[in-house]
């Protein structure tokens, strides 16, 4: 059974540009969360998806936005792009109510 | 919504001494718990889990205990190795809504 996958691994832009970050979940899950994890930090919640739903966001300002596919792949934009916003980004997918599986992430930098 | 605070934040220990992370959680309707590892520039992984109907569950050197009365749970690791360094992640859920504490990092010293 294929993993998470998450494109693309690295991703560089500057100040001001737009960023679209891709996962496709675990075939049979139909929930698609989305975490941003600074340096050395812990993994903070920005979006959740089930069923082409966006069902919850964290803390995050509106410039961070997504999506979930028919297929229930699912893509976060990130408009306006800030320093801060360099991280690791993770995606994560699950069954209802179960455990949730990370993909390998992608790296955002922002120059 | 449910709030997970982890405790301690960074953890050192000599090899073969055991570990223990520490979890409160603050919503009574949370019932699955799960701990990840990260890593360095891995994804987290699920290392083990356990629901609200079991008090402890155990995996070779692996162990976790729920109180849900003091609504706390901890991770418990016996004779730690140095592949077992890495940021461990406690996490509480009801349903889809999952919560991360901040994470530890542990450090074993060979």
């Known amino acids: 059974e294929a993993g998470v996958t998450q494109s693309p691994t690295h991703l560089i832009k500057t100040r001001g540009q737009q960023a679209t970050l891709r996962c496709s979940p675990i075939?049979?899950?139909?929930?698609v969360y989305w975490y941003q994890q600074a340096l050395g930090l812990g993994l903070q919640f920005l979006l959740w998806?089930?069923?082409?739903?966006?069902?919850n966001r964290g803390n995050f300002p509106p410039r961070f936005s997504g999506r979930q596919f028919p297929n229930y792949s699912s893509e976060l934009n990130v408009n306006a792009l800030e320093l801060e916003d360099s991280a690791l980004y993770l995606c994560?997918?699950?069954?209802?109510?179960?455990?949730?599986?990370f993909g390998p992430g992608t790296r955002l930098t922002v120059l | 919504g449910e709030n997970v605070e982890q405790h301690p934040s960074t953890l050192s220990v000599q090899e073969g001494d055991s570990a223990v992370i520490k979890c409160t959680y603050s919503?009574?309707?949370?019932?699955?718990f799960p701990w990840y590892k990260q890593e360095l520039g891995k994804r987290p992984q699920l290392i083990i889990d356990?629901?609200?109907?079991?008090g402890e569950k155990k995996d070779q050197r692996i162990a976790v205990t729920l109180n849900k009365t003091a609504k706390h749970f901890s991770l418990h690791i016996t004779e730690t190795q140095p592949e077992d360094s890495a940021v461990y992640f406690c996490?509480?859920?009801?349903?889809?809504?999952?919560?991360f504490g901040a994470g530890t990092r542990l450090t074993v010293k060979p």
């Open positions: 994560a997918s699950s069954s209802t109510g179960d455990t949730q599986y």
């Open positions: 075939s049979g899950h139909t929930s």
């Open positions: 919503d009574s309707a949370s019932n699955y």
């Open positions: 356990i629901r609200s109907n079991v």
């Open positions: 998806y089930d069923e082409g739903e966006e069902r």
């Open positions: 996490a509480a859920s009801m349903g889809d809504d999952m919560r």
